[in-house]
């Protein structure tokens, strides 16, 4: 058999059929072979690269966190504001609505009570995305538009309770829990210095763990308890 002269396309093209298996079938009830047959591949030239759909799941996975890391870059450098504190504001707005950035929320989502999963996640904002935002905040002790004491640290904490806690599908709360989490961590932000969650950032996030059915269905159709 001839050797593949393109084997970074083969990777490509499992991961984006994958991503289509696992978006349109779920991904518990997708398998190898499903994979095999919408590829028209061989299982060698699947295998040869991944062990398992879960290893397939991880590059997909890592992959997204590539795509956000670069868009943060992107943000950091193109997006104009009077303030540092303006600039995170616009940031993180831009962030949670971003399409891209939330491609394959609907996979994720039914991973979330995967330890792994969360694990990863509790890395990938702690690691990655709090220094950037530390940053901001830095530059907002130097503009006088943020007062935090401790930027890395608030940092880490914020991308903590954001990207967790915050999480209903991981906690089975309601949409006016997670209402009630958000605006206490607008609160809870606001008294560390650091005034960046603003009411259109709570209400994209409430949006999209709605648009996601992330919310526990007896819930009042979001009315605030």
């Known amino acids: ?24 079938k779920g991904f518990e009830k997708t398998s190898i072979q499903d994979i095999i047959a919408e590829l028209g591949m061989s299982k060698g030239a699947i295998y040869h ?13 890592k992959k997204q966190f590539q795509y956000t890391a670069r868009m943060l870059n992107e943000l950091i450098q193109n997006t104009k504001a009077a303030s540092a504190r303006e600039k995170l504001i616009l940031i993180l707005e831009h962030v949670v609505s971003d399409p891209e950035a ?16 969360v694990m990863t996640g ?4 702690v690691n990655k995305d709090a220094p950037v935002i530390a940053k ?5 002790q130097v503009d006088g538009s943020l007062t935090v004491e401790y930027p890395a640290e608030c940092a ?8 967790i806690w915050i999480n209903p599908v991981l906690f089975e709360r309601s ?7 958000l605006k206490f961590l607008q609160h809870m932000m606001r008294l560390l210095g650091a005034d960046i969650v603003s009411d259109e950032l709570i209400d994209k996030i409430t949006s999209r763990h709605a648009e996601l059915g992330g919310y526990r269905t007896d819930d009042r159709a979001g009315v605030d308890e």
């Open 136 to 140: 901001l905040m830095i530059d907002g």
């Open 156 to 163: 880490e904490v914020f991308m903590l309770l954001v990207n």
């Open 102 to 117: 939330h491609s394959i929320d609907d996979i994720l989502s039914t991973q979330i009570k995967n330890p792994q999963f």
């Open 122 to 125: 509790i890395k990938e904002g």
């Open 1 to 24: 058999m001839a050797r593949n002269k393109y084997p970074e396309l083969t990777l490509e093209q499992i991961m984006s059929v994958s991503t289509k298996l696992f978006t349109e």
């Open 49 to 61: 690269h991944f062990k398992s759909k879960e290893d397939i799941l991880d590059a997909v996975m």
């Open 175 to 181: 949409r006016s829990e997670t209402m009630r989490r």
